[in-house]
Structure formats: C-alpha cells, structure tokens
C-alpha cells in the first residue's frame, strides 16, 4: 500500500449521518473502507469537531466509538439554536452539521477512500 497521506477532505473516506435529540445534534461518521477506522479514530477528535462547528457556539462535544459498525458518533450540544420546534433557523435538525465534518482535512491513505474515487485522479477531486 503506498502510503500517500496528504490531507484530504473527510467526505472522501467517509460519510456522515445526522439527527437531532432536543437542542442537541447527533453526527455519525462511517467509513467507506473498514480500513480507514483506525485513521479515523485518530484523526476525527472531539476537539477537532469542536473548532470546526465552533461558531455555532455549540456546548460539549461528546465522541463515542463504535467499532463493530466501524462508526464514530458525535453528541453536539446546544448545536440547533433551541431545536427543530423552537429554532427559526433552516437547519432544525442539524443535517449541515455533517456535511462540514465530511470537510475536515484528514490524512489517510488514499487506497482506503471510497471505491468509487480513481486513485490516480483524487487530486483533482479533493
């Protein structure tokens, strides 16, 4: 495996579920390839998830593993600007949310992106 770990955009090795639970919104991230999981592990941290939705000013990031799926999921607290009955915002359910997650660089090796990316052609993509 070349081990060609420039930094990528997430959404290449992973997608993303999200949902609401009352003002708070909850984020899974699934790897493509189960090879990815460890880097993922490493890489998609509470705090680096904290920064990118900072200036939602949400509360405590919570992260809990999943291995067996493999997926992480994240708690985001006080994200949905009072949730989807009070919020006049157009995103009550917090479903952006995890489309910038799926933007955070990552560095993991490209043989693990998605199947569907041509290894050879990733720069052009990311």
Known sequence: MTQNHEPRPL????????????NSATISVIPYVAGAYEFLLDQVTEERVADLLGHRAIGKVSRYEVPGLP????????ALEGGVNLSLGLDGHGKSLSFLVLSMLVSIPVELACEHVDA???????
Do not use: M, P, T
């Open 11 to 22: 959404h290449l090795f992973a997608h993303a579920r999200a949902g609401d639970k009352g």
């Open 71 to 78: 997926a992480l999921n994240f708690v985001v607290e006080d």
């Open 120 to 126: 050879s052609n990733v720069e052009k993509i990311s």
